[in-house]
């Protein structure tokens, strides 16, 4: 018991009440003490769950991964421990966090080691193998902080925590199912036996350096070599690129021209799609050199020269599908958002390059002008239809009303100020004179020194408190009826999806495998290999996997013959 509750620093600490709310804060001042922390984790505490904010030292590092987040599952799981293992730390313990089904994987050491300098290796870490850190996908622990007290992480052993195994990610064993002796046995017992040395945090230390330092040789930081890569044979240039040994173990060799970073990135961004905003130009670029070379580890063919406007064709196909709502202007359906494929697809180098060079117009295109112009003049519209509708409930009414009537952003409303800024504050100034006694809390209202007693009873109620009541509910109903709107709307959202997808896959798949050509096998192996992430369902991922084998079954028939099945098998 002494040595759990070591771990932990007690100032500062955060709780959250268990009928529900969010986390708060307590004073910095105020020590968490030992029995609160004993009736928290042995689910006893009447009120409250528990957190501790980071000291100067710890001997754990938390990994946070919500349910939501699209680092909860096997697949990135086990990608996260490899990156960890790499680095030195091949021990950890995977747990859930809480009833939501959020996971916790810990990290152990023997002995302290300093959380500032921890956070920000595992941080470091994490970032150069292209995670997204952020909050409600995930996070790391300690989180102490700069000029503030940093992040709060909920203690272990409370209600809804359990031991994964991180193999199928089962329930080894729940917290409810224990005792409090018991679950604090198991917890001590893995901090113990699963706990990583003081060597090993050297070791994370001197392997994120060595990273850093070979990805500013490949970009240009930190005063390294320019960020042109020539685009011609060059054996062995890449020799100190951080992903060189994993492009040569897939090609067995490194390909002529190659840029294993371009490379790599592109088969993240077609792995995952976009995983954060402003990804767009660069996922173009990384994809068009991805494609190019192919991925002899997915079957993937290589669509080299010759094959730009198939190129195109599956990168605008891909993007479309598989930019998960990062991109704003795929969202906003503009026509131009995608209009940078063309000119990746069909670059080539200058010995490559026949009769006089594209050259591109740095003017704004016309189209954009003209759509501003028209999503102004729509803006105005909407605010003047909210307008008048607000206007005709003869009350006042607020900003934020105006705002979501109208359908805008706040920084759209106080654009087009001109519009209702007279209306607002004439409403505003007479609301008190025209509201009806009804809703009017204030009528009869006044200092009690300036007013004789009262000879009425009392009221059971006092004026103003049953309208105040109808207004409390009338505002709770409306809230219900969003919260309401809003699942209803993203059911649909989810189904409309599924379906596209089903259609989409359905007309990629009309076609009879015997009659397409090699190009075409080559495009649709490439553009069916992302739709067989984003599968809506295990039927229809098993129906396309089917056409898949079938494409790739046909493309090597066109590249190698039949075979005869009564041929015998070369000698070993």
């Not at 009414?397 to 105006?402: Q, S």
């Not at 739709?531 to 809506?536: D, K, S, V, W």
């Not at 046909?554 to 070369?570: I, N, S």
Request: glycine share 8%; proline share 6%.
């Amino acid at each position: 018991m002494g040595e759990f509750l070591s771990l932990f620093h007690r100032f500062g600490y955060i709780y959250k009440p268990l009928a529900g709310g969010s986390w708060l804060s307590a004073n910095e001042k105020w020590r968490l003490t030992d029995s609160e922390v004993l009736k928290a984790v042995a689910c006893a505490h009447p009120k409250f769950f528990l957190g501790c904010r980071a000291g100067k030292a710890t001997r754990f590092a938390v990994l946070d991964i919500d349910a939501g987040s699209p680092y909860h599952t096997k697949r990135q799981l086990d990608r996260l421990l490899a990156v960890l293992a790499g680095a030195g730390l091949s021990r950890s313990v995977l747990y859930r966090s809480s009833f939501s089904g959020g996971w916790h994987l810990y990290i152990f050491f023997d002995e302290p080691v300093a959380s500032a300098e921890l956070r920000r290796y595992l941080v470091e870490l994490l970032k150069l193998h292209d995670f997204d850190l952020a909050k409600g996908s995930l996070e790391v622990f300690p989180h102490p902080g700069k000029e503030s007290l940093g992040l709060g992480l909920r203690l272990p052993l409370q209600p809804g925590w359990a031991w994964l195994d991180r193999q199928t990610l089962e329930v080894v064993h729940d917290r409810s199912d224990l005792s409090p002796t018991a679950a604090l046995e198991l917890f001590i017992d893995d901090l113990n036996g699963d706990s990583n040395t003081y060597a090993d945090f050297r070791r994370l230390k001197s392997y994120v350096e060595q990273l850093r330092s070979r990805r500013d040789a490949v970009t240009g930081g930190g005063g390294g070599p320019a960020k042109v890569v020539p685009i011609r044979s060059t054996r062995g240039a890449h020799a100190d690129d951080s992903f060189g040994d994993f492009v040569r173990s897939v090609f067995q060799e490194m390909p002529p021209g190659i840029n294993p970073d371009s490379w790599y990135r592109g088969r993240l961004y077609h792995l995952s799609g976009l995983q954060a905003p402003s990804q767009r130009a660069d996922a173009i670029f990384c994809l068009s050199h991805y494609l190019f070379y192919g991925d002899p580890s997915r079957e993937l063919p290589a669509l080299g020269y010759g094959y730009e406007q198939e190129r195109e064709w599956a990168i605008r196909e891909f993007l479309s599908r598989r930019h998960n709502g990062q991109s704003k202007d795929i969202n906003r359906g503009r026509p131009d958002a995608l209009s940078q494929v063309e000119r990746s697809a069909h670059w080539r180098p200058p010995h490559r390059r026949d009769g006089e060079q594209i050259k591109y117009s740095d003017k704004r295109p016309v189209a954009w002008i003209r759509e501003n112009v028209n999503r102004k003049a729509d803006a105005r519209k909407r605010i003047e239809g909210a307008l008048d509708s607000l206007k005709q409930l003869r009350r006042s009414f607020t900003t934020v009303e105006l705002q979501e009537k109208a359908g805008c952003s706040r920084r759209t409303l106080y654009d087009h100020a001109d519009i209702w800024r007279k209306d607002y504050e004439d409403l505003a100034e007479g609301f008190f004179a025209i509201c009806t006694d009804e809703y009017n809390a204030v009528v009869g209202a006044a200092c009690s020194e300036s007013t004789p007693p009262s000879t009425q009873p009392d009221q059971i109620m006092p004026p103003g408190r049953l309208a105040a009541r109808r207004v409390a509910y009338e505002v709770k109903m409306r809230a219900e009826r969003k919260e309401a709107a809003k699942e209803n709307e993203v059911v649909a959202s989810r189904r409309a999806a599924e379906d596209q997808w089903r259609d989409r896959v359905e007309a990629l798949t009309s076609e009879s495998v015997s009659e397409l050509t090699v190009e075409r096998l080559k495009v649709l192996l490439v553009v069916l290999s992302g739709y067989l992430g984003t599968a809506p369902c295990e039927e229809d991922a098993v129906s396309l996997l089917r056409y898949v084998q079938e494409l790739r079954e046909e493309l090597r028939q066109h590249m190698t013959g039949p075979v005869d099945p009564r041929a015998k098998p070369p000698p070993c």
